[in-house]
């Protein structure tokens, strides 16, 4: 079977587009954790979350007001798929959530938590 630049074309295009979702839907879980944090201790120093972009990964990244950071998750980019933590540098080995699956992006959005608990159930 031969494949055609206008199939490339369409492929392509399909994929980036999951990534690009991806990138909002880590966005998304960024806001849900800041939001977290704020409902539980509203009048402490407020923790940030953000996104560190590598080669493979998003990494969400935990800062404190002091600038003292930690990794909070890895999300893989062409796949949407969450990781924990291994190190800084890279994720453990079993996929905790796919963000692809829309019962796991609003279980996510809903129960995830600043310290990361929801990532080893």
């Known amino acids: 079977m031969t494949t055609t630049f206008a199939d490339y074309v369409a492929t392509q295009d399909a994929r980036n587009t999951i990534q ?8 998304m879980l960024c806001d849900a954790l ?3 944090f704020k409902s539980r201790y509203g009048n402490s120093d407020p923790y940030k979350f953000f996104i560190q972009e590598g080669r493979k990964y998003h990494k969400i990244v935990m800062e404190t007001e002091s600038q003292s950071q930690s990794v909070h998750a890895f999300i893989d980019k062409k796949t949407g ?8 540098r890279g994720p453990a080995k079993d996929v ?3 963000l692809r699956l ?5 279980w996510l ?13």
């Open 34 to 36: 800041e939001h977290n």
């Open 81 to 88: 798929e969450i990781y924990k933590p291994a190190s800084w």
């Open 96 to 98: 905790r959530f796919d």
């Open 20 to 27: 690009l979702n991806v990138r909002k839907w880590t966005l």
């Open 109 to 121: 959005y809903e129960h995830a938590d600043w310290a990361g608990s929801y990532l080893y159930k």
């Open 102 to 106: 829309i019962n796991d992006r609003e």
